[in-house]
C-alpha cells in the first residue's frame, strides 16, 4: 500500500522527466521555428502542472488553491505563448 | 502621562502613515515627475538636462517638499516599534532592528530627492554634471533598499509571534510583508544596468519594488491603525469583549 | 489523519504494514474532504513568489520580442546540457520531497529525513552546477553587460539561485525537525510548508529552462 501511494509520485516524476527529454531532442534536431516554440511551452506547461497537482499535491487541494494555481499557470503561459506569436523573427526556421 | 494621552499619540502617529502615502505619491512621484515614468538612466545628458529645465519648478518643490513628507516615515516607525515591543517583552531586538531601518529609510529617499534638487539647482551648468547628480540620487535610493527590507522582516517577525486574539497584523500579511521586503533585492541591478527591466526606471525595479513597498506600507497602517482603536476602546468603554480581544489567545 | 494510528506506533515509527490496518491511510485520505497541504498564509507567500517570477517571465518574453535575432544569437552561447542537467536535479529533487510528507503521513517516520536529505543533496548539486555555468561564461567574458540577453540570462537565473539557497535552508530546517521525529501523521504542516516552498523552486526552473535555454 505503501508503494502504492508512492507509484503515482514515481509516475509523475518519469512524467516530467521523460518531457524534459522530448523537449531537448526536439532541440537537438537543430529545428527551430514556431511549431517547435510552441510545443516546448507546451511541454514546459504540462511539467509544471504537474508538480502543481502531484508534487504540491494541489490535486487534491480545495477548489480555490487548485484554480489559483492552475490558473496561474494558464494566465502565465498564456501570456508567454502570445507574446511569443507575435515576436519579430518567430517564424524563421535556421 | 496616562494611558488614554499615550494612546492619542500614537493613533496621531498612526495616522502619520496614510498621510504619508498620499503626500509622498504626490509629491515625490507627480510634482517631481517620477510618475508615470522616471527619467532613464540611458538619456543622454543633454536629454536629461533639458527635462530639467522643462520641468523645473515641479521638480523642484516636488522634491523639497517630498523631503519633509518623509519624515513622517518617523512617526510611524516609532509606532509600529512601540506595539512591536508589547508584544516581544523584555528585550525587543526585532522592534530595534524595525525602528533602526524605519529610521535609516528617512535618509534613504530624502536625500537621494536632495541630490535632485541639487541637479535642478543650476540648470545651466555642464550636463554632465547634472546627469551625475540624478545618477547618485537614484543609486543612494535604489541600492539601500536593505534597510528597510530589515524594517520590514522585523516587524513581520514580531507580529507572527503576537499571541492576542486580535494581533496587530494577521499572519497572511506577515508573509506578505516578508515578500514585499525581498521584493527590492533586483533593485541592486540599477547600480549596473541603464536599460531594461533592472534599470532604475524598469517594471522589475521602480515599479514592482516601489508598489509592493507602498502596498505594505498601506495595510500596515490599517492595522497599525485599528490596533491603536481598539486599545482605546477599551479604555474608553471597557467590556468583556473588548478586553478579550486584547487578551492573549 | 490525525487519530488514524496509535500514537505510541507513530512516535517510534515501529507501524504495522499499512495492508494490515483496516483502513490505510490512503485510502482514508483519498476519501477525505479536500485539504490545502502545509500552511495557507504560506501559500499566500508562495502565490506572491509566482506572480513576481510571472511578471520577469513576461518581461523576458517583451524584451525578447523586440531583439528576437539577438537573443536567438546569444542562446547558443548558453550550455544546454547544464541546463537539462540542473532540470532533471530539481524534479528529481522535488520528487523526494514531495515523497517525505506523505511518508510521514504514513506514519513512516525514518523515510522522511532520507527523502529531505536525499532532496537536499540534490538541491546543492543544482548550487555546484550553476557555480561551474557562471564560471564558464564568466572566463568567456560573458558578463551581466555583455547583452541583453545575458543580462536576463544572469538576473534571472541569479534571483532563482537565491531562492533555491533559501528554498535549500527551508529543507534543512525541516531535515533537522524530521530527523528529531516531529513530523508524523498528525502533525505534517511544518513540513508540508517547506516541501511546497521547494517545489515552487522547481516549477520556477521549469520556466527559466524552457525560456531561457530552449525556447526558439
Known amino acids: 500500500m505503501t508503494r502504492s501511494v508512492l507509484m503515482p509520485l514515481q509516475r509523475t516524476w518519469l512524467l516530467v522527466v521523460g518531457a524534459t527529454a522530448v523537449a531537448l531532442w526536439m532541440r537537438e534536431d537543430r529545428l527551430a521555428g514556431f511549431t517547435i516554440g510552441a510545443m516546448t511551452l507546451a511541454i514546459a506547461y504540462a511539467k509544471a502542472r504537474l508538480v502543481i497537482l502531484d508534487f504540491m499535491e494541489l490535486r487534491h487541494a480545495p477548489l480555490l488553491w487548485r484554480c489559483l494555481l492552475e490558473g496561474w499557470l494558464l494566465l502565465v503561459s498564456s501570456l508567454i505563448v502570445t507574446i511569443y506569436a507575435s515576436s519579430g523573427a518567430a517564424h524563421h526556421s535556421l | 502621562m496616562d494611558e488614554k494621552t499615550s494612546l492619542k499619540y500614537q493613533m496621531l502617529c498612526a495616522w502619520s502613515g496614510p ?17 508615470p515614468a522616471p527619467p532613464s538612466p540611458a538619456l543622454g545628458a543633454d536629454e536629461l538636462a533639458a527635462r530639467y529645465v522643462e520641468h523645473l519648478g515641479g521638480i523642484r518643490v516636488g522634491f523639497l517638499v517630498s523631503m519633509i513628507v518623509m519624515t513622517l516615515y518617523i512617526p510611524w516607525t516609532a509606532v509600529l516599534s512601540a506595539q512591536m515591543m508589547r508584544i516581544e517583552g523584555r528585550s525587543p531586538v526585532l522592534a530595534f532592528i524595525q525602528l533602526i531601518g524605519g529610521a535609516l529609510t528617512v535618509p534613504v529617499v530624502s536625500i537621494s530627492s536632495v541630490f535632485w534638487v541639487a541637479a535642478a539647482y543650476r540648470p545651466e551648468r555642464a550636463p554632465e554634471i547634472t546627469q551625475a547628480l540624478t545618477d547618485s540620487g537614484w543609486l543612494i535610493i535604489d541600492t539601500l533598499w536593505a534597510c528597510t527590507t530589515w524594517q520590514m522582516v522585523a516587524a513581520a517577525l514580531a507580529a507572527l509571534h503576537d499571541k492576542c486574539a486580535k494581533p496587530l497584523f494577521p499572519r497572511w500579511l506577515c508573509f506578505i510583508t516578508i515578500f514585499c521586503g525581498l521584493s527590492f533585492a533586483p533593485a541592486t541591478m540599477t547600480g549596473i544596468l541603464k536599460t531594461g527591466p533592472f534599470a532604475w526606471d524598469g517594471v522589475l525595479s521602480f515599479y514592482f519594488p516601489y508598489f509592493c513597498w507602498l502596498l505594505w506600507f498601506a495595510l500596515a497602517s490599517v492595522y497599525m491603525i485599528l490596533e491603536v482603536a481598539r486599545r482605546r476602546q477599551a479604555i474608553d468603554s471597557p467590556s468583556p469583549a473588548s478586553s478579550a480581544r486584547l487578551a492573549h489567545a | 489523519m490525525p487519530g488514524q494510528y496509535p500514537i505510541g506506533a507513530a512516535r517510534t515509527g515501529t507501524l504495522p504494514d499499512a495492508d494490515a490496518l483496516p483502513l490505510s491511510a490512503a485510502a482514508r485520505s483519498s476519501a477525505s474532504p479536500r485539504r490545502l497541504p502545509g500552511d495557507r498564509d504560506v501559500w499566500i507567500f508562495i502565490y506572491a513568489e509566482l506572480c513576481a517570477f510571472g511578471l520577469f517571465f513576461v518581461a523576458y518574453m517583451v524584451y525578447r520580442s523586440d531583439r528576437v535575432d539577438l537573443f536567438n544569437a546569444s542562446q547558443l552561447g ?139
Do not use: Q
Not at chain 3, 550550455?79 to 510528507?101: E, K, Y
Not at chain 3, 548550487?127 to 572566463?139: G, N, Q, S
Open chain 2, 19 to 35: 498621510l504619508f502615502l498620499v503626500a509622498f505619491i504626490y509629491f515625490w512621484g507627480m510634482m517631481g515627475f517620477n510618475l
Open chain 3, 78 to 216: 548558453l550550455d544546454r546540457s547544464l541546463g537539462a542537467l540542473n532540470t532533471i536535479l530539481l524534479l528529481t529533487s522535488s520528487w523526494a520531497v514531495a515523497a517525505a510528507p506523505r511518508a510521514a503521513r504514513l506514519g513512516r517516520i525514518v523515510a522522511v529525513p532520507r527523502y529531505l536529505a536525499f532532496g537536499i543533496a540534490l538541491g546543492l548539486a543544482f548550487m555546484v552546477v550553476k557555480y561551474f555555468e557562471y564560471r564558464a561564461k564568466l572566463h568567456a567574458g560573458i558578463t551581466i553587460s555583455t547583452d541583453m540577453f545575458y543580462m536576463f540570462y544572469f538576473c534571472l537565473t541569479g534571483i532563482h539561485l537565491m531562492h533555491v539557497i533559501a528554498g535549500t535552508i527551508i529543507l534543512i530546517v525541516i531535515w533537522l525537525n524530521a530527523r528529531a521525529r516531529l513530523y508524523h501523521t498528525g502533525n505534517t504542516t511544518g513540513l508540508e510548508a517547506g516541501a511546497s516552498y521547494w517545489h515552487m523552486v522547481d516549477l520556477l526552473w521549469i520556466f527559466l529552462f524552457a525560456l531561457l535555454y530552449l525556447l526558439r
